[in-house]
Each structure stands twice: as structure tokens, then as C-alpha cells.
Nanobody
Framework: VQLQASGGGLVQAGGSLRLSCAAS????????TGWFRQVPGKGRDFVAAVFRGGSTTQFADSVKGRFALSKDNAKNTVYLQMNSLKPEDTAVYYC???????????????????WGQGTLVTVSS
């Protein structure tokens, strides 16, 4: 299983970015895909997840109403649309996948068994 995260970059506060997580070796139709972010010196924080490839999603309180998830089954890719970006959204964003996570533990790093390499998002003020 491999995940390729992309789409990061530099954006001004209030702007938007769309991150992509392209999967191989595991289908996004059935797997749970999560997004986490990490700033230097801190652990990874949960951002959002789509549960078992379906319509059930979960978002961190800090991004609710600003971030959205979507997926393209044909491309086996999950997208994180980030709107109204704030400087505090600056981080390296990682996607991860799991076939075994339960809904109540979507926010845990340890619930996921494969991770992408991360993509840097920088939001300037």
C-alpha cells in the first residue's frame, strides 16, 4: 500500500488549497482515509477523515466549516479542500489509510497503518 500526498504550497490567509491523497494497493471505496497535520516540535494532529470510503466524515473542531472531503473512486484518490485558510493551518499535512479503524477512533494516529509522505502547507498572514 502506498499513499502519495500532494497539493501543498504557499497561500495567503483567506485563500484555498486542495490536497490530494492518491492511493495504490488499497481502494478508497472501502478504506478509511484520514488527514493529519504536524508543525515542527509537535505531534500529528487529526484534521479529517472519511470513514470506510463512504459518506461519513469527521472533522477536527478547528477546521469544521472550512475544510471538506471528497473522493474520486476512479482515480483512487481522496481530496481535502481547504478554504478560508488561516496562518495557524500552516503545517505538513499527511494522509493515512486503514481498513480496521472504528469510527470512535478516527482521530488517533495509531488507527492507521499506512501513511503518505506529507505535503507542506504554508499560510501567510
Amino acid at each position: 500500500v502506498q499513499l502519495q500526498a500532494s497539493g501543498g504550497g504557499l497561500v495567503q490567509a483567506g485563500g484555498s488549497l486542495r490536497l490530494s491523497c492518491a492511493a495504490s494497493g488499497r481502494s478508497v471505496r472501502t478504506a478509511t482515509t484520514g488527514w493529519f497535520r504536524q508543525v515542527p516540535g509537535k505531534g500529528r494532529d487529526f484534521v479529517a477523515a472519511v470513514f470506510r470510503g463512504g459518506s461519513t466524515t469527521q472533522f477536527a473542531d478547528s477546521v469544521k466549516g472550512r475544510f471538506a472531503l471528497s473522493k474520486d473512486n476512479a482515480k483512487n484518490t481522496v481530496y481535502l479542500q481547504m478554504n478560508s485558510l488561516k496562518p495557524e493551518d500552516t503545517a505538513v499535512y499527511y494522509c493515512a489509510t486503514s481498513n480496521r479503524v472504528i469510527y470512535s477512533t478516527l482521530y488517533r494516529e495509531t488507527s492507521y497503518d499506512y501513511w503518505g509522505q506529507g505535503t507542506l502547507v504554508t499560510v501567510s498572514s
